[in-house]
């Protein structure tokens, strides 16, 4: 699931999750969202080494799905799809800010 999340495939995130047997769900729930600030570093240190900025941001989405497939209960799953950690902030985008260009927040 991990090698899903860092390679940024939402679809490959969907099949691993069914692979897992519950012991293995709760393990990887156990371990949300602790691996969002390293996936974020490795991603990082990925693009300075290719000498590319990607925004890094490209495993939010499979990280979604796969806290959405090992969480138990609805009202965690409804907690874990929104999180702050998931969105897409890029300081070059007006779109992807949360001020608008006039320096004012939300508009």
Request: charged letters at 25%.
């Amino acid at each position: 699931m991990w090698t899903a999340i860092t390679a940024g495939d939402p679809a490959l995130a969907t099949d691993a999750v069914p692979a897992l047997d519950e012991a293995g769900r709760r393990e990887a729930a156990r371990e949300l969202p602790g691996p969002i600030s390293l996936v974020r570093k490795a991603i990082a240190e990925r693009d300075r080494r290719r000498g590319v900025w990607t925004g890094g941001e490209e495993w939010s989405e499979p990280m979604r799905v796969a806290g959405a497939g090992v969480l138990s209960g609805a009202a965690a799953v409804t907690a874990w799809l929104p999180r702050r950690d998931f969105t897409r902030l890029h300081p070059t985008s007006p779109a992807g800010s949360r001020r608008s260009p006039s320096g004012h927040c939300c508009g």
